[in-house]
């Protein structure tokens, strides 16, 4: 369900697969429970990730480098009863785009944000992005990334965002309860997902090895204490391990209620 006859063209191993099997699973399971297919739509960045247009049987649309969020913000605004996905890198959400994703945390927006995270520009050959580990080595940065990683959980939590996720892209199963977590959830919902690129920056052994699952979502306080010290870098996994799961989740009103409620949309 949810195919597409288009040839996939990534790598081979790449886990862009499995984050492709989670939200074809989530969205099946969601459809299965009474969502209708075409109220789903996904919105796309550019880049290894954003591929995922081409292979998803859903309505779509491909948006420009940096600002797959806006677009999705547009699209649920005109349309409030559609269940909208934002698909990017972290590139173009940490990089290009990362004014958006804070704003996109702040308003509430009831959609969903998966970003695909593998601390690389890896379309592009590899360039460090804001999630890139200090010390790492590439052609623009021949000693080595200087400044410390973007940490976009904690950024999410200090912004306002009312789902704070991250899951690992080498777990099938629980990228997909995740995801369908995400999209239940009544505002934004922010899925970090942890994806090693086995040409450009193969962190797999060390996700595989030295993460954890968080069993329940935490207070505000005690999410950002966890966040802040199990950050994507996986720049020092001998005295930190790496959380995965619900990070922080609250109900409270969405830019739709607050604009729209008396406006009958």
């Known amino acids: 369900m949810l195919e597409t006859k288009n040839k996939i063209t990534w790598c081979p191993g790449c886990p862009n697969y499995l984050i492709k099997q989670a939200i074809q699973t989530a969205i ?3 459809i299965q429970q009474g969502y209708p297919k ?3 739509v996904v919105v796309t960045d550019i880049g290894c990730s954003s591929k995922i247009y081409d292979y ?3 309505s779509a649309f491909y948006g420009l ?3 797959a969020i806006p677009t999705g913000f547009g699209i649920k605004v005109g349309n409030p009863k559609l269940n909208v996905l934002v698909i990017a890198g972290d590139g173009g959400t940490y ?6 994703f804070i704003h996109a945390c702040r308003y509430n927006i009831n959609l969903t944000l998966l970003v695909h995270n593998n601390g690389a520009f890896s379309l592009t050959t ?9 010390g790492f080595i590439e052609k623009t940065h021949p000693f080595g990334v200087q400044e410390d990683a973007l940490n976009p959980l904690s950024l999410a939590l200090e912004s ?3 789902f704070v996720a991250r899951t690992s892209a080498l777990d099938l199963n629980q990228m997909a309860a995740i995801i369908e977590q995400g999209i239940k959830h009544p505002g934004f919902s922010f899925i970090d997902i942890l994806q090693p690129c086995l040409i450009y920056n193969n962190f797999s052994e060390v996700l595989k ?3 954890y699952i968080l069993k329940n979502p935490l207070p505000l306080e005690k999410a950002l204490v966890e966040a802040r010290k199990s950050a994507f870098a996986l720049e020092n996994p001998a005295k930190e391990k790496i959380a995965l799961g619900v990070f922080f989740q609250e109900k409270k009103p969405t830019f739709e209620e607050k604009y729209f409620q008396n406006r009958n949309i």
């Open 38 to 40: 075409e109220s789903f």
């Open 95 to 100: 990089n290009e785009g990362l004014d958006h």
């Open 28 to 30: 099946t399971n969601l």
């Open 56 to 58: 998803l049987d859903l």
């Open 65 to 67: 480098h940096g600002r």
């Open 209 to 211: 090895k030295n993460s």
């Open 160 to 162: 306002g965002a009312s």
């Open 126 to 134: 590899g360039q460090a992005s804001a999630t890139t580990k200090k």
